[in-house]
């Protein structure tokens, strides 16, 4: 079986009603990142960063996977699939593909902020803050903050470096390492974007580019390839 690395951002989520990041609409421009989402917002105010993932782990109970997360999955009939996400939410998983590497965290986990090996799932939307690990230390939310590093690069990394074919789907690449999964893909790599306002800033070679939304696009992509397999 071929090997494909599916790269997913905000956008696959946009149809299921979940907000992306620079889109006109999006987080970034009703929250300041460097308040919510940095490490040093975490140092500096913690209940407001707790509270911010709060916010959005409560909206991920009141939404679904779309038709662009289960197209994924068919393609696991005659592909070695792995989805790498930039993505805290859990559609994926929801919709049932097998094998996501998260590169951001994920919403639906908190961790130990005395040992980040201390991995724990949340029951519920809520953290308190000041909910404590077994180690007596506060916990925080399993997230990638900008400026901590980015522990699942490196299978994200073995898992393009042995691909046939990448999707990269409903991300601006504006955020790195993530974006260098592209444009460090090995050259004769097929690749497809999927994304309305696709656009690549550096010169990528065997690229389909489909500007629609990922609920129209992937479907068309998934058909392709699965016709491709038989
Ligand atoms: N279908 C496909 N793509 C879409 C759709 C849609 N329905 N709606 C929007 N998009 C595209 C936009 O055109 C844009 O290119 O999704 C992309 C969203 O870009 P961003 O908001 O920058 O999200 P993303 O690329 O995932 O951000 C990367 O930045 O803030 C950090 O950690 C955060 O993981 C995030 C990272």
Known sequence: MKNIVVLTGAGISAESGVPTFRDSDGLWCNYHVEDVA???AWE??????????????KQLYEVEPNAAHYALVKLEDCYNVT????????????????????????LKKVR???????????DGWE???????????????HIVFFNEAVPNMEPAMRA???????????????VYPAASLLYYAPPDLKKYLVDP??????????????????????????????NDAK
């Open 127 to 141: 953290l308190k803050y000041g909910t404590k690990c077994e180690l007596g230390s506060i916990l925080r939310p």
């Open 38 to 40: 940095t490490h040093e």
């Open 83 to 106: 989805v790498v996400t930039q993505n805290i939410d859990d559609l994926h998983e929801r919709a049932g593909s097998k094998n996501i590497i998260h590169l951001h965290g994920e």
């Open 44 to 57: 500096r105010n913690p209940q407001l960063v707790n509270d911010f993932y709060n916010q959005r782990r």
């Open 197 to 226: 306002k696709a656009e690549v800033q550096y010169p990528v070679t065997h690229l389909t580019i489909l500007r629609e939304k990922a609920t129209l696009g992937v479907p068309q992509v998934v058909e392709t390839l699965l």
């Open 112 to 122: 130990s902020t005395k040992d980040p090996d201390l991995i724990y799932d949340l």
């Open 160 to 174: 393009t470096e042995k691909a046939d074919i990448i999707i990269v789907i409903g991300t601006s690449l504006q």
